[in-house]
Structures are given as C-alpha cells and as structure tokens.
C-alpha cells in the first residue's frame, strides 16, 4: 500500500457512505429523502448529474418504490444502492424481505433513527433491530471510517453470498459528525471488488418467470427437473447467512491487506484481554464504552469492550470465545425487543445459555429517541451492575440510562 493511493480528507458519515458507493462504481441508484439519510444520496445524485458517476439515478415516490427499484436492476445484474431510516424503512419492508428472499446482493445504508409514533428524527437503533430477522445482513459501525470500509466490503460480501447486506450506522450522531477520513483510491476498489455476476438469468433467448410461486414440497418443473420447495430455498437462505459467519471476518482481512485498516471482522475488543467486566454494545456508543472502560480501571476494575459488528448473522462462537471466564458482560442496547428486553441482550443470553464458565449477562437501555448517553451515565451503570452481581444478583431488569419517569 502506497502513500499516494490515499486521500485523506475530513467528512461526515453520510459523506462517507455515498463515497463508498461511488468508489464501488454502483449503476444504479434510487432512495427517498428522509432524515438523517438525505444527504447520502444528495451526494451521489449530484454526482450522478455532473458525469462524475456514471450511475442512474432513479427519483421515485415512496421507500417502498425505492427498494423495488433495487430489486428490479439487481435482478437484471446492474450492482445497486440505496439508503433510508426510521419510519422509510418500514415502509419498505415488504420489499425488504422480497430483496434478502430473491437473493438479491443489495447494499443499503441505514442512518439509524428512532421509530414513529410519537415523530422523532434523533438516533436510536430500533429502525435496523425491527427487520433483523428479514434475512438480511447487518453490519453496525462506530465511526465514519468504519462506514466508508464497511460499504465497500458488504458489496464483497454480498456478492459472494447472494444475500443483501445492511450497513448501520447512528443518525446525527455519526451521519452528520465530520471526522477524518482515508479514502482509497478507485484502482484498490476496483482490485477488491470483482465485477457482479448476478445468480438470475434473465436472457431473452431462455425465458424464464422469476419469483414465481414456490409450494411447500419440492416439484418439477415443466422440464421435468425437481425444484426446491419453500422450505428447502429458506434452509439455503439459512445456510448463506451462517456463511457469512466465515466471509466477513475474510473480506475485512483482505481489505485490510489493501489499506492497513481492519475492523474486527465479527466484533470488535477494547482492553478485552484481562477483563473480567465486558461492555457490550453496537455502533458509536461502543467508542464511548471504550472510555467509560478507562475509567472503570483507574477505579481498580478490570472492565474492557466488546464491540458487535456483525449483529446478523448473530456471532455466536466468537461470543462465547471472548466471554467464558468473564464475571459479568453488560449489554447496552439502544433499541427494544417490546415486551421482553434490549435485542442484543436477549440474544446474548441465549447465545451463552448453558456454557461453561459464561458471564452473568446484564442489560441496560440507553439512547432512545436521541436521549443524551454521557460516558459518566455508562460508568454508573456498570457501578450499578458490578453492585448487584455482588450482592448475589444473577438477573434483573434492564437498567434505563439517564430515564425521567
């Protein structure tokens, strides 16, 4: 890696995002406005109008007709984007899940904002966390380089699995913050990310129907050739996802063969090594773990991070790995799984269920609506938690940060 192949410039994440996608040499593009996403394809419509990309740049009515946009270039074999948040998402959903079914390698940023009702433009992460079962991807990030990165490998990933990948990253906090930034240069892009090679066939010479209706058990097809049933196409989708287990964590180590930057692949640690205390979380609130984590050790804990990058597919065995013979992993969710507790949490617990020498997993919410989460609340909260794992606590309800009831 060069010197002169870098670009070092300061820019926000959505900056960061939309270049990404530019330097991915994306063909089609179609989003509705909605805050805080707007600016990504502001950005890359402008460029689209220059000549500087040359793209389509689809303008359209809604999310839901933004994401069938996608759908129906992917399909045909064109490399595609798109970005949303909150209350677009799901408006999309219906297609969301038509794009992950279709095995679509579709990326779409998601500047993570808190869901309406009552009206809310500020962060949280409940938008990403309601679809996380919608079989796509997701991969959260802690800052503006780390979306730049990540865009660019969810396209290495998504093409080789033919599964659409989500890039998460916080609304405002991240989306609007400018910060420094190592762009690469095309010709490393270009050397990491093949041209796509769609898995549909669409010839006019071998018609074909795409999406038809699948039944339940497996049948031929009018050639005589036995076709999978549902079940059997949602078991493959499974397995693709599984497998992304293995590919993430290799795409990010060849991009960081290219440009000596590496994210961790799955998760991400900080001062994890002797830790008994683990601070978990996704996004930018895991950066502020890492001081708070600081701050837990001037007081003679022994408190480290553990960071989820990839929260879809879920990183089971790394979590195990990285927390047996821990005494106590605090999850900070950012989102809810209503009527039960934060989502991270509940799926670390399950995830630990059973296993030799786990953690006692506690779970703390923090940050809805764009409630202010200071590095002096996440320490207190890991005060309160350490107090009650030595009184004998081994469960409780979830602690809510910085909350006015």
């Given amino acids: 890696m060069s010197d002169t192949a870098i670009k070092r410039t300061v820019m926000a994440g959505n900056e960061a995002a939309a270049t990404a996608a530019k330097l991915a040499r994306v063909q089609v593009i179609a989003a509705y406005p909605i805050t805080p996403q707007t600016s990504v394809v502001e950005q890359l419509s402008a460029w689209v109008e220059s000549g500087e990309l040359p793209a389509e740049f689809v303008t359209v ?19 595609v984007f798109t970005a949303t948040s909150a209350n677009g998402l799901a408006y999309m959903t219906e297609q969301v899940w038509w794009a ?3 095995r679509l390698p579709i990326v779409m940023c998601i500047a993570n904002r808190a869901m309406a009702a009552p009206w809310n433009v500020l962060n949280d992460q409940q938008d990403s966390m309601s679809v996380r079962d919608a079989g796509w991807i997701q991969l959260y990030c802690r800052d503006n380089q780390e979306i730049l990165d990540t865009t660019i490998q969810a396209y290495r ?8 990948v ?18 690469p240069s095309a010709e490393q892009v270009d050397a990491y990310l093949p041209p796509y090679e769609p898995l549909t066939v669409v010839d006019p010479d071998d018609p074909r129907n795409i999406g ?19 079940m059997e196409v949602r078991a493959l989708h499974q397995q693709a ?9 290799a795409a990010d180590a060849e991009w960081s063969e290219l440009t000596g930057r590496e994210w961790g692949g799955l998760t991400w640690e900080h001062l994890l090594d002797d830790a008994e205390v683990v601070l978990v979380a996704a996004g930018s609130v895991g950066m502020q773990l890492t001081v708070a984590a600081e701050a837990l050790r001037e007081q003679g804990v022994k408190a480290g991070v553990l960071g989820i990058r990839s929260y879809r597919p879920f990183p089971v065995d790394a979590l195990r790995g990285k927390l047996a013979g821990r005494k106590l992993a605090l999850v900070f969710d950012k989102a809810l799984s209503y009527g039960n507790e934060g989502p991270i949490c509940g799926d670390l617990k399950a995830a630990l269920y059973g296993q030799p020498e786990a ?3 506690f779970g703390a919410v923090c940050g809805l609506g764009g409630r202010d989460v200071t590095v002096e609340q996440l320490n207190d909260a890991a005060n309160r938690a350490i107090a009650d794992l030595a009184d004998g606590v081994t469960d409780r309800a979830a602690d809510w940060l910085n909350l006015h009831l």
Avoid: K, W
Wanted: aromatic fraction near 4%.
């Fill in 61 to 79: 009515e809604s999310e839901h007709s933004a994401l069938t946009v996608c759908i129906t270039a992917s399909t045909v074999g064109a490399r």
């Fill in 100 to 102: 992950a079914g279709a």
């Fill in 157 to 164: 990933i998504a093409e080789q699995l033919h599964v659409p």
């Fill in 166 to 183: 989500m890039v998460c990253y916080d609304g405002f906090l991240l989306s609007h913050t400018v910060m420094p930034v190592e762009v």
């Fill in 212 to 230: 038809p209706v699948t039944l339940a058990d497996p049948r031929a097809n009018a050639d005589g050739v036995s076709c999978h049933g549902y």
């Fill in 241 to 249: 996802l599984l497998g992304a287990l293995e590919t993430i964590p």
């Fill in 359 to 361: 953690p006692v997993v």
